[in-house]
Nanobody, 114 residues
Framework: QVQLVESGGGLVQPGGSLRLSCAFSGNIFKFNVLGWYRQAPGKEREYVARISYSGITHYVDSVQGRFTLSRDNAKNMMYLQMNNLKPEDTAHYYC????????WGQGTLVTVSS
């Protein structure tokens, strides 16, 4: 019913950049608000950012100005451009609806370290 595939994670140095991608199934209504979430080692999963069908975005304060959300509704894709990465950004990143469905994808690991 719902399938989410995240990709683009990797190992980067502090100050580096990564672009994450999320492919979502076509049965997710186009007018749904979509979001990114992350779970750092030993911590609970937290909300990071969201984007509406028309492109209106919201970010938590810790990533404001560094992360940029975008979506391509025709391709069922959502992206997260991450700039000036910090060690505290290290986490598994997940995409989902906002508010999220109970089903989660595999996530993609972002590691920020020297």
């Amino acid at each position: 019913q719902v399938q989410l595939v995240e990709s683009g994670g990797g190992l980067v140095q502090p100050g580096g950049s990564l672009r994450l991608s999320c492919a979502f199934s076509g049965n997710i209504f186009k007018f749904n608000v979509l979001g990114w979430y992350r779970q750092a080692p030993g911590k609970e999963r937290e909300y990071v950012a969201r984007i509406s069908y028309s492109g209106i975005t919201h970010y938590v304060d810790s990533v404001q100005g560094r992360f940029t959300l975008s979506r391509d509704n025709a391709k069922n894709m959502m992206y997260l451009q991450m700039n000036n990465l910090k060690p505290e950004d290290t986490a598994h990143y997940y995409c989902n609806r906002n508010p999220p469905f109970d089903t989660w994808g595999q996530g993609t690991l972002v590691t920020v370290s020297s």
